[in-house]
C-alpha cells in the first residue's frame, strides 16, 4: 500500500529537520516521536486517493483539503494557488507532486498510472520536471506493487534521470537548470541522477526541494536498503527536505516489503479522525 508508505515516510521524516548536523548518523533514536506529525503531504496524499476514487478532480480535492488543514505544512506557492482561485498552474518542479500521488501507482494499472499521474500533478506543477517526478514516483510504486526485481525498479528510474555523458561544472549545472526552467522544458542534464550513490548525494545535495533534487534520492535511498525502517534511518541522516524523502522513498518500500505491524499504530497516532477515517473508506486500513 503506496500511500500508506508515503504517509508514514512523511511523518517519520518531519522530525529529523531539528536533528543538530552530526546527528544525522546516529540510528539509535525513537522514530516516531512526540516532535513528528503528519505534514501536507500527508494531508495532500489523501486528497488524492479522494480524487481517484471519486471524480477525478484533482484541483478541487487538493484545494478542499487545503483548506480543511491550512496548518499542515505547504510551501508559500502552493498556499497561494490554493486559496487564490483565479491563479493557474504555476509551472513548478517541486516536489509536492510527487510526494501526494502514491495512491495513483498503487490503485490504477501499470497503463493508466502515466497519464493519471501526470493529471494529478498538472493542476499545480506543469512544468514537465514536475510532472515527470509524479509520474515516475507513481510508476516505481506500481512496479513495487507488481512485484518487480529491485534492479528493473532502479533501471526504469535511471531511464527518467540518466546520469550526463559527460563531466560537467557546478556551474554548466547551475546554467542548464535556468535555462530550462525558463524553456519550461524537460531537462536535459541532471546533477543528482539515480546513478549517484547516498554517499555521494550525502556530500554534495543540500535539501533540495524540486524533483530533480529528489526524486532521484527517495528512490536510491528506497534501493539501497533492506526495509522500510532501514530505509527511513538513511533518508534522515541526510541534510536533505526528509519529510518529502521519506514520503516517496516510504511509498515504494511500502509497496515492495509490504504491510508493517505498527502502522494501525502510527497512523492512530498522528492523524486525526477525519482524515483516519478516509483511510478506512477506502480500504487502505
Not at 509536492?96 to 495513483?104: L, N, P, T
Not at 535511471?158 to 563531466?167: H, L, V
Request: overall charge negative; proline content about 3%; some cysteine.
Amino acid at each position: 500500500m503506496g500511500i500508506i508508505g508515503a504517509i508514514m515516510g512523511d511523518i517519520a521524516g518531519s522530525g529529523s529537520e531539528t536533528f543538530a548536523e552530526g546527528a544525522r548518523r546516529i540510528y539509535d533514536y525513537t522514530m516516531f516521536s512526540d516532535i513528528n506529525r503528519a505534514t501536507g503531504g500527508s494531508v495532500l496524499s489523501i486528497a488524492c486517493m479522494e480524487a481517484c476514487n471519486t471524480d477525478m478532480n484533482f484541483l478541487k480535492w487538493y484545494r478542499q483539503y487545503y483548506n480543511e488543514y491550512p496548518n499542515a505544512g505547504y510551501n508559500e506557492r502552493f498556499k497561494e494557488w490554493a486559496t487564490e482561485y483565479d491563479i493557474a498552474s504555476y509551472e513548478s518542479f517541486g516536489s509536492d507532486c510527487a510526494i501526494r500521488c502514491s495512491y495513483i501507482g498503487q490503485h490504477f494499472p501499470r497503463n493508466k498510472v502515466e497519464e493519471i499521474a501526470a493529471q494529478s500533478a498538472k493542476c499545480t506543477h506543469n512544468h514537465p520536471e514536475g510532472i515527470k517526478g509524479a509520474v515516475t514516483i507513481a510508476m516505481c510504486v506500481r512496479m513495487a506493487e507488481d512485484g518487480s526485481p529491485k534492479e528493473e525498479i532502479m533501471n526504469y528510474a535511471k531511464k527518467m534521470y540518466p546520469k550526463p555523458t559527460k563531466t560537467h561544472s557546478e556551474d554548466d549545472f547551475k546554467d542548464y537548470a535556468l535555462t530550462e526552467k525558463k524553456l519550461f522544458k524537460e531537462m536535459t542534464v541532471y546533477r543528482y541522477p539515480c546513478e549517484m550513490s547516498t554517499e555521494e548525494y550525502r556530500g554534495t545535495i543540500k535539501k533540495n526541494t524540486c524533483c530533480q533534487g529528489s526524486v532521484p534520492v527517495a528512490i536510491r535511498c528506497f534501493y539501497d536498503t533492506d526495509s522500510f525502517m532501514d530505509c527511513m534511518y538513511l533518508v534522515n541522516s541526510m541534510e536533505i527536505d526528509t519529510d518529502a524523502v521519506g514520503a516517496m522513498a516510504g511509498a515504494i518500500c511500502e509497496s515492495y516489503y509490504g504491510r508493517m505491524p505498527e502502522e494501525r499504530e502510527v497512523l492512530e497516532r498522528y492523524l486525526d479522525k477525519n482524515l483516519y477515517s478516509k483511510l478506512e473508506q477506502y480500504g487502505i486500513i
